[in-house]
């Protein structure tokens, strides 16, 4: 998905995906925490955990749906 806001939780770093879901942050510590966001889908937070290539499935919230 294009523009998924992903964001370095506790830093001012952050960036949002491409046209291909894909993204890049460079100098993040591999301990980081991302936190993962796009409107009517939940937000997430996922460990880098010291890898260089994540793949994140985001789910849609129904909460928001209903509304």
């Known amino acids: 998905m294009i523009g998924v806001n992903i964001q370095v939780k506790g830093s ?4 949002a995906t491409d046209f291909d879901g894909h993204f890049t942050l460079e100098d993040i ?3 980081a925490i991302l936190v993962i966001s796009y409107v009517g ?3 997430q937070e996922v460990g880098v955990s010291g890898k260089s ?3 994140i499935t985001l ?3 129904s909460q928001l749906l209903d509304e």
Do not use: V
Request: no cysteine.
């Open 12 to 15: 001012n770093k952050g960036t």
């Open 29 to 31: 510590d591999e301990n």
């Open 41 to 43: 889908y939940q937000t």
């Open 53 to 55: 290539n994540l793949s």
């Open 59 to 61: 789910s849609s919230d």
